[in-house]
């Protein structure tokens, strides 16, 4: 393998070709990394894809005094897939959060709003049942307290990769209580 500073080297030169060499080099690692983390192939590929093309864009603010090229991958491959679990689209994806954020929205119709409360309850006890402690208070935090990942990092002193893992643990384990009895 060639040494990933002269391949960088001659990507900046205009070399473009050459990219392909990290690529080819780094992709299962990253891959594995980002596939960790989502458990689900297709869209590890999607971000992986996101992800090489940021590096790609961004090779010229690679600096080798600061740090190791696998290094800044690995960052932006870290960053770039924690903003995509924070996002919209993950959560939409994720199910849970379109049935709780469902349930919640407020309701002009009495029963329409105490069938809500039921539901909201229902998740709740499932919840107690099924979570530890600290998935449980994260559950809330994030789900019935709106607060960003970040804020409950900040809130826990919790770091926000276990948030996000405690996160998606606990819905694969909702869904699957749901599923066994619904």
Same mark, same amino acid.
């Given at each position: 393998m060639e040494n990933d500073n002269l391949v960088i080297e001659n990507v900046l030169k205009g070399k473009k070709d050459y990219f392909s060499i990290l690529m080819e080099k780094y992709h299962n690692e990253i891959f594995k990394y980002v596939y960790n983390i989502l458990g689900n192939y297709q869209t590890t590929e999607d971000l992986l894809q996101e992800i090489f093309l940021k590096v790609y864009k961004n090779l010229n603010k690679f600096d080798s005094n600061k740090a190791a090229f696998r290094t800044w991958l690995y960052r932006?491959?870290? !960053? $770039?897939? %924690?903003?995509?679990?924070?996002?919209? =689209?993950?959560? !939409?994806?994720?199910?849970?959060?379109?049935?709780?954020?469902?349930?919640? =929205?407020?309701?002009?119709?009495?029963?329409?709003?105490?069938?809500?409360?039921?539901?909201?309850?229902?998740?709740?006890?499932? %919840?107690?049942?099924?979570?530890?402690?600290?998935?449980?208070?994260? %559950?809330?935090? $994030?789900?019935?307290?709106?607060?960003?990942?970040?804020?409950?990092?900040?809130?826990?002193?919790?770091?926000?990769?276990?948030i996000y893992k405690a996160i998606k643990t606990s819905i694969d384990k909702i869904k699957k209580e749901v599923a066994l009895n619904g």
């Open positions: 932006i491959s870290s !960053n $770039h897939t %924690m903003n995509y679990l924070n996002s919209k =689209e993950y959560k !939409n994806k994720n199910g849970l959060s379109i049935y709780i954020e469902e349930t919640i =929205e407020s309701s002009s119709d009495i029963e329409e709003d105490i069938i809500k409360d039921e539901k909201i309850n229902q998740i709740k006890k499932v %919840m107690d049942k099924l979570l530890k402690p600290k998935h449980k208070e994260i %559950m809330y935090l $994030h789900y019935f307290s709106g607060l960003s990942v970040k804020e409950i990092g900040e809130t826990t002193q919790i770091p926000e990769k276990t």
